[in-house]
């Protein structure tokens, strides 16, 4: 339930909306396409971690914030060994900030360690693969995809965010792709 005391600070309410989740949904991985309907979500109590970012996304709009979904991955041990998988999490526009990301899965803010790839008003938007083979002669044998993370080498002057552009003001001395490639 979302804590009356935070009413008054819109970033205070999206954190209290992603802890909410994170303490009501229980993770489920799950290998079929697409999301739960937030409403199938919240009657099983459980969800992946794309129904959990687009509960949060519809939880986010019903209580007046502008919010988009963002699909990526999540660097960790096994994203640095080449055995990433998709991860998704909602952001929320505060006018005082521009868009700021909150993960349902783990309760809290984004950070530098969430690498973001594709970013839309739906999910069906940002799928991260997707097409169509034709093949007459039943030649297609299947296929192998491997994801592997990697920071990039520090920059030479301070690292710049987004957010950061045209403000002149420096940003955390830890970069990454998700710090500097992030859509405004």
């Not at 055995?83 to 868009?99: M, N, R």
């Amino acid at each position: 339930m979302i804590t009356p005391s935070v009413l008054g600070d819109a970033a205070d309410v999206v954190a209290s909306v992603a802890a909410t989740i994170r303490n009501a949904i229980k993770y489920l991985r799950r290998e079929a396409r697409g999301v739960q309907s937030p409403s199938f979500t919240l009657s099983t109590r459980s969800g992946s971690c794309r129904d959990m970012a687009t509960l949060m996304l519809e939880a986010l709009r019903s209580l007046g914030f502008p919010a988009r979904f963002v699909s990526g991955y999540l660097e960790c041990s096994a994203s640095e060994a080449g055995c990433a998988s998709t991860h998704a999490w909602a952001e929320a526009y505060l006018p005082s900030v521009g868009w700021i990301g909150y993960d349902p899965m783990l309760g809290q803010a984004t950070s530098s360690e969430h690498i973001v790839v594709g970013v839309s008003s739906h999910p069906r938007a940002v799928m991260p693969v997707s097409g169509t083979f034709f093949d007459e002669d039943n030649s297609y044998l299947g296929m192998q995809v491997t994801v592997q993370t990697t920071r990039f080498a520090e920059f030479e002057g301070p690292p710049v965010s987004v957010a950061a552009i045209g403000e002149n003001r420096p940003h955390s001395s830890e970069a990454s792709a998700a710090n500097v490639l992030r859509e405004p």
